[in-house]
């Protein structure tokens, strides 16, 4: 992307996108679980924390995803944070592959939410549903948070410029040019 100032009288969905690149997020796998058992997730880089009281995130999940379909009928999702060596789990989950939990090691919540993936999560987070939002494709579900479980201290995955990478060892405010 070139830089420069540009007035943008239409904004045009490949110049959001191409802005939205240079905003790294961290990576997740959105989980539930259908009203016959079966699990379903994609990979999300939307999470965000709404609010501390009632601890309360968001998610945009798209339309058509039947993760999505599952989280609205159970009203219950998990969000799973993902290691940064779990890339490749990443990009499963972003797949069209039908047999994604075939393919990773995962078991049921305790309680409210989705499938959790213990080999490959740093944390879970077990929401239940609180409210969604349709915007264009999107539906923005707001989750209240029931349950954290931290599994490991192991750097999160990140992305952004189109690509996966590890959040950078920590250099603390006193290293050379921290
Ligand atoms: C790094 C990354 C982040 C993504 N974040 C989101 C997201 O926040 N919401 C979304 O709807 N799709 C997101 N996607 C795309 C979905 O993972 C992808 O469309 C996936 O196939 C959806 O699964 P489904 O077909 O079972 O719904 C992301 C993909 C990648 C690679």
Redesign the pocket.
């Known amino acids: 992307m070139t830089t420069g100032t540009t007035v943008a009288h239409a904004v045009e969905p490949d110049g959001f996108r191409a802005v939205m690149a240079t905003l790294p997020a961290a ?1 997740a796998i959105v989980t539930a679980a259908a009203a016959d058992g079966r699990p ?1 997730g ?6 965000c924390s709404v609010t501390l009281t009632p601890p309360t995130l968001l ?4 339309t ?5 379909a599952a989280v609205v009928s159970g009203r219950a999702f998990s969000v799973n944070l993902l290691c940064a060596r779990a890339y490749p789990v ?2 499963l ?4 592959a039908a047999d994604r939990f075939d393919r990773v090691r995962w078991r049921r919540p305790p309680g409210t939410g989705g499938p959790h993936l213990a080999d490959d999560a740093r944390a879970v987070l077990d929401c239940r549903l609180s409210e969604s939002a349709e915007v264009g494709d ?1 539906v923005v579900v707001f989750g209240q948070v029931r349950a954290i479980r931290r599994l490991s201290d192991e750097p999160p995955l990140m ?1 952004g410029y189109r690509r ?1 990478a590890p959040w950078p060892a920590d250099r603390g405010p006193g290293a050379a040019g921290g």
């Open positions: 990576v379903w994609m990979t999300c880089s939307s999470v998610v945009c999940l798209r058509a995803s039947p993760t999505l990443a990009e989950f972003a797949s069209a999107h992305y996966y």
